[in-house]
Structures are given as C-alpha cells and as structure tokens.
C-alpha cells in the first residue's frame, strides 16, 4: 500500500498568481499522476510525472501552465500558474501500486481562484 | 475514446436501505475500479476487478465485461457511506493509471 500527503489541502488565490502544490509518498514510486477534477466533472488526467525525465502532458494541458516538478522517488510537485477562476478545482496527486495496480489517491488540493 | 457513464447521478436513500450504483462504458475495457471520495476531495480505492464479483465488508462489486457493466452494491447503508461513488475503467489492452477513463461519480446520500 502507499500513504500520500497533499498539501495545501485548500486554497483561495487571487487572479494572475501561482500555487504549487506537493505531494509525498511513503513508498518509492516509478510514475505519479496528477489529476484535476472540476466542479461536478469526472477527474481527468493532467500528466504522468516520471522521476528523471520531463512529465508526460495530456490533450489540453501544456508544461508553461502546470509545471511539474519530480525530484525524485517519493516527491512531486504541480504548480498551477496564472490562475483564473476557471481554474477552480480539485487537484489529486496518485500512485498506482506496483504489482496490485490498485489506486492511491492524496487528501486532494481544493483551490477556489477569485 | 472510451465513455463511462454512472447511474444515478444522485442518490439518497434511507439507513439500512440496499444501495446500487451502476457503471456502463462504451468501449471494451480489461478491468476497472470503484473509487469513494469523501466531501474534503480525499478518494479511497475500493475495488479493482477484471471479472466476477468481490466483496469487502457491506460492499459487493461485480462486473460483467461482455456487457460493459459494473455494479457496486452497499447493503445495510450507513450515514457514514455518504459520498462520492467513482468508476474508472482501463483500456481494452490494459495500460497504466495513465489510460483510465473516470465517470463522473454518484453522490450517494444516507439519512439517519
């Protein structure tokens, strides 16, 4: 199993800024995923973080506005840059487990842009 | 592209009450999962499954993939089982977290 910490678990930021937002896992993983989830929307997957290598961006989101960092085996980070109202959502960082292909999900980062 | 739709949308029923939740997709899928988020955001995995059914304390899923449908069952509901009921499907040839295709999710409601 594996146990990650999110954080912040939520937010309110003015228009035009940027948050980052961490997530730590208590297990060495090869890939984590990032995932926003808009108000009464199904989650979608904004990128698969690689340890060592540039994160994988899906259809839609690009690298200047959700930067990832992934320093190493337990750690990443996503900052969500520029922010506009549109970008109020729910931000979830997952592992999935190594030989299980069960799911692990953080706290979740709710984020509310005026 | 894979479709994965939940039904109802919204439910509330009373304690003690049978509950069930389905998942349709649209395309042939190699297994799915049943997630539950709770109203902070934070989501729990309940179920991965490929066929047949599994049961997990009051829970039951079961799956059919030749007919493309998952239920997720919840029996003697519970206050404490409000939430968020999320299928998520994988691709037909398998893949990482990276392929899933998520529904929307029930919004499950039980009143005391």
């Known amino acids: 199993s594996a146990v990650i910490s999110q954080k912040p678990s939520r937010d309110i930021c003015q228009r035009g800024t940027s948050l980052t937002i961490q997530c730590q896992v208590d297990?060495?993983?090869?890939?984590m995923f990032w995932y926003r989830q808009q108000p009464g929307q199904s989650l979608t997957l904004i990128a698969t973080a690689n340890q060592g290598s540039e994160a994988t961006y899906e259809s839609g989101f690009v690298i200047d506005k959700f930067p990832i960092s992934r320093p190493n085996l337990t750690f990443s980070t996503l900052t969500v840059s520029n922010m506009s109202p549109e970008d109020s959502s729910i931000y979830l960082c997952?592992?999935?487990?190594?030989?299980?292909?069960?799911?692990?999900f953080g706290e979740g980062s709710r984020l509310t842009v005026l | 592209k894979n479709e994965v739709e939940q039904s109802p949308q919204n439910l509330t029923a009373q304690e003690g009450e049978f509950i069930t939740i389905n998942c349709s997709y649209s395309?042939?899928?190699?297994?799915l999962h049943w997630l539950q988020q709770h109203p902070g955001g934070g989501i729990v995995s309940l179920f991965m499954l490929s066929s047949g059914k599994k049961k997990h304390g009051r829970l039951i899923a079961t799956i059919n993939i030749q007919e493309k449908h998952s239920s997720l069952h919840i029996t003697a509901s519970h206050p404490r089982d409000s939430a968020v009921y999320i299928c998520a499907g994988y691709g037909a040839s398998g893949g990482g977290a990276d392929g899933l295709t998520f529904g929307k999710g029930t919004h499950l409601i039980i009143q005391p």
């Open positions: 395309v042939g899928i190699s297994a």
């Open positions: 297990s060495q993983v090869t890939m």
């Open positions: 997952s592992v999935e487990g190594l030989n299980t292909g069960e799911l692990f």
